[in-house]
């Protein structure tokens, strides 16, 4: 049985290759109307596919179809999220989440803690960012040459924010939503330990331009 699953959003997918970190095998798929295309892409056959596949433009022949309304309070990706909630899973990966629409960017990483707080360990990847949530507990982050690390408060306040092994470290900081102190930080070691006693942090990992 399949313990983790991979969500394929509808946003800007232009790679035709996965990210090394991520083994096809080890996940439940779940498309999200234009994911669906991407999963083709992709070489990979959804084990469901979910939204109202207005961007699709045709509803897909999968094992598993759910079809909703255009008129809806759910995104496309927060309908798989939900799926992927109901079905039981504790770790999930999005893929394609990123790139086009900044609305949908923003709605994607909201996505990231209705599965966080919904049990679910998530991260949103693409080939320019790994980005995650950390709420009240601590993370081991291996470096990444070419890479930057933003730390930012989700919630207004975070308090005992904790970094080390980075080129600019914390310790038992207070952060909050209203000021980015915590961008374009960088892994020194081999790897990094973020931590925070209370709240919820965004963790942004960017390759670098230029």
Not at 56 to 77: A, F, M, N, S
Not at 110 to 130: H, M, N, R, W, Y
Not at 148 to 161: K, N, T, W, Y
Not at 168 to 194: L, M, Q, R
């Amino acid at each position: 049985m399949l313990s983790k699953c991979m969500i394929i959003s509808g946003g800007e997918l232009e790679y035709t290759k996965l990210p090394d970190e991520i083994k096809i095998g080890d996940y439940y798929v779940i498309a999200a109307d234009k994911g669906y295309e991407y999963a083709l892409r992709l070489g990979i056959s959804p084990d469901a596919v979910v939204g109202d596949f207005d961007t699709l433009g045709k509803v897909p022949e999968c094992g598993e179809t759910q079809v909703y309304p255009k008129e809806k309070d759910d995104t496309d990706t927060m309908l798989a999220a939900r799926l992927c909630v109901k079905k039981g899973f504790k770790e999930a990966v999005i893929i394609g989440a990123l790139g086009g629409r900044l609305d949908h960017t923003v709605a994607n990483i909201q996505t990231l803690k209705f599965l966080l707080d919904s049990g679910v360990k998530a991260e949103i990847i693409s080939p320019d960012e790994k980005i995650t949530l950390l709420k009240d507990s601590e993370i081991i982050l291996s470096r990444t040459e070419g890479f930057s690390l933003s730390v930012f408060a989700l919630d207004s306040e975070c308090r005992g924010v904790t970094e080390r092994g980075v080129k600019y470290p914390a310790e038992k900081a207070v952060i909050n939503s209203g000021f980015p102190i915590g961008a374009c930080n960088e892994i020194t070691d081999k790897c990094a330990c973020i931590s925070v006693e209370k709240g919820t942090l965004l963790i942004i990992q960017s390759k670098i331009q230029g």
